[in-house]
């Protein structure tokens, strides 16, 4: 089954309305020879973010997922406990006196 089908199945089970289809991407392969091996990226324009049709496409897509995001019933509960998690201090960990002996040896 692929993740599209995957993701389609189990938003039918939770009752999430997905949006049509994720946007097309379009291949437009590039070959490498490497020794003597040929190799064909079909993405590698997608690498080149300066290209106006490599933004839209990053666009199109934020904004696909963005509505599916949105759209689920735990995103707000979610959202609020990883806030609160993000926003706590993490512990320090400092150098004992232990610690600075040991490592001068």
């Not at 939770?14 to 079909?42: E, M, R, S």
């Not at 949105?70 to 406990?81: H, Y």
């Amino acid at each position: 089954m692929s993740t599209f089908g995957l993701v389609f199945s189990l938003g039918a089970v939770l009752g999430i309305a997905l949006p049509a289809q994720p946007p097309a991407t379009p291949q437009k392969p590039v070959t490498d020879t490497y020794y003597t091996v040929k190799v064909t990226d079909n993405y590698r324009w997608l690498e080149n973010y300066s290209d106006p049709a490599v933004r839209k496409w990053s666009d199109d897509q934020n904004r696909y997922a963005r509505r599916y995001l949105d759209s689920l019933p735990a995103r707000p509960a979610l959202f609020e406990q990883l806030t609160k998690l993000y926003s706590n201090r993490s512990a320090r960990y400092g150098r004992s006196p232990t610690a600075v002996a040991c490592c001068l040896g």
